[in-house]
């Protein structure tokens, strides 16, 4: 079981960026998937989820400014990242909600001018 999330790189303030979490060994229709970010010398934080039921939920940090979606077909969660910030600055993770694996590297983003 295993989630890998990419697409991390340089953002610009007010930019947008995509970030996928490939997943392997569970459905990711039958297991809630969340994201988190840690930013340089802080701890991770949540930042919001998609539940197996497709619903989803966020930080008020980045509520109305990042989506999480789901392809099913590629077994695949995706956090579409827009009105980007520079303390969106960090290493973003993937997991399961429930039954959590180690975490993984993350994908680093950088949000600078």
């Known amino acids: 079981v295993q989630l890998q999330a990419s697409g991390g790189g340089l953002g610009q303030p007010g930019g947008s960026l995509r970030l996928s979490c490939v997943v392997s060994?569970?459905?990711?229709?039958?297991?809630?998937v969340d994201w988190h970010r840690q930013a340089p010398g802080k701890q991770r934080e949540w930042i919001g989820m998609?539940?197996?039921?497709?619903?989803?939920e966020y930080d008020d940090s980045v509520k109305g400014r990042f989506t999480i979606a789901r392809d099913s077909a590629k077994n695949t969660v995706y956090l579409q990242m827009n009105s980007l910030k520079p303390e969106d600055t960090g290493v973003y993770y993937c997991?399961?909600?429930?039954?959590?694996?180690?975490w993984g590297q993350g994908t680093q983003v950088t949000v600078s001018s």
């Open positions: 060994g569970r459905s990711v229709s039958m297991y809630a």
């Open positions: 997991n399961f909600v429930t039954e959590p694996v180690p």
């Open positions: 998609i539940r197996n039921s497709g619903n989803t």
